[in-house]
């Protein structure tokens, strides 16, 4: 009679905690979050205490993937508009009067300085999947349209900041919620059809644009050299195109096997700049190779597959779009970041994720990550 009343014990406690985990998507962490301390310990090592910086918040965004993953998605679209709608109230608070560093408008000083626009990497996501759940069955061009309207209005704050690279990322999040809602490819097509013949007529006429003098409407000056300065870096090798022209040699240097671990000699006679956040990549690449990077890449699509198949496998329309954009922001980080250090992208100033530097950005990918966590968990504990 007494074993009925038995206290249970921790290891009974906490068993339930971690069931439905899955397993394959923390192994890609595991393998990514190795990357990254190796990497920080080699390129940070005479920075302070980036290496210790870097592993307590990777504890913390492990903290935070843990607490969302014992959210069902059910709970997780309760947030969605308060968090939105929290993110938006910030993000005018920056344009009003927030912290301006290096010239930009984006942060802002709440007790601990913050930035809002972060916030929004998961909450647009989470906003539109909410919306998309509450039109399921009844789809129209109009919902659609308030989708687009949803999103650009945070797009258009961000990029005044301005923050180019936050934008890109934030409208990647949002396009990918929209396209999986079931956008028509007729709408989708001619954009994409303009943004390449845009890009030929820029590669085109590349001397006349680029030259002095000359203003592109939309961009800042800043975002207009840096897109001049993608198509030819040799134009000026000491100053707008030092930082791509030394990632180039880096990731080159490490030719197959690489040079060895702290054996970096572009990073550590600090050639290479921002070797710690948006040029970790070719830190790495100088020091561990195409052997290393290989296992670097592997290691992102293996996530983003299986980040995937969640969605796919994802019991809600909900859980479905949200865990397919969250897959998505993994995707346009890695992506983003190996091609603009690579010098096939222009230089946006977007982190590689759990490799780079960065609490705020760290933290958004643990949330991003226990979103994932939270809907395969969903999957797996529903009665079959």
């Not at 972060?118 to 909450?123: F, S």
């Not at 019991?315 to 096939?344: C, E, K, Q, W």
Request: net charge positive; charged share 10%; proline share 6%.
């Amino acid at each position: 009679m007494s074993a009925v009343f038995d206290k249970p014990s921790l290891r009974q406690r906490l068993i339930p905690l971690f069931l439905g985990f899955d397993g394959p998507l923390a192994f890609a962490v595991l393998m990514l979050v190795a990357a990254g301390l190796l990497t920080m310990y080699s390129s940070g090592y005479d920075h302070g205490t980036r290496f210790y910086d870097h592993a307590r918040n990777m504890l913390i965004a492990g903290t935070i993937l843990f607490v969302v993953a014992q959210l069902p998605p059910q709970r997780l679209m309760s947030f969605a508009v308060p968090l939105y709608t929290l993110g938006v109230a910030l993000l005018i608070a920056v344009a009003i009067f927030g912290v301006t560093k290096k010239g930009a408008r984006r942060w802002i000083n709440l007790g601990v300085v913050i930035q809002p626009s972060e916030i929004l990497k998961i909450a647009m996501p989470l906003m539109l999947a909410w919306w998309f759940q509450r039109r399921e069955g009844q789809l129209r061009p109009l919902d659609f349209a308030v989708a687009g309207a949803l999103l650009v209005v945070p797009v258009g704050l961000i990029m005044r900041q301005p923050d180019l690279g936050t934008a890109l990322l934030v409208l990647a999040a949002g396009l990918s919620v929209i396209f999986f809602a079931g956008l028509n490819w007729k709408l989708i097509a001619p954009p994409l059809v303009l943004g390449l013949v845009g890009v030929a007529l820029i590669v085109w006429f590349e001397p006349r644009l680029c030259a002095d003098g000359v203003h592109w409407p939309l961009l800042h000056d800043y975002q207009q050299q840096r897109v001049c300065t993608l198509l030819d870096p040799t134009r000026d090798p000491l100053g707008k195109g030092f930082h791509i022209i030394q990632g180039m040699i880096a990731i080159g240097s490490g030719g197959v096997t690489g040079k060895g671990f702290m054996a970096g000699t572009q990073t550590h006679l600090e050639f290479i700049p921002e070797r710690t956040t948006d040029f970790i990549f070719a830190a790495f690449s100088e020091e561990f190779g195409l052997i290393g990077n290989g296992i670097l890449i592997f290691s992102f699509l293996f996530l983003v597959l299986r980040g995937l198949a969640i969605a796919l496998d994802a019991p809600t329309l909900f859980s479905r779009l949200l865990a397919g954009a969250v897959t998505s922001i993994f995707f346009t980080y890695a992506f983003v970041n190996m091609g603009m250090v690579s010098g096939i992208l222009p230089v946006v100033g977007v982190p590689l994720p759990f490799i780079s530097y960065g609490g705020t950005a760290m933290v958004t990918l643990g949330m991003g990550l226990g979103i994932l966590m939270s809907v395969a968990r969903a999957k797996r504990l529903v009665p079959t």
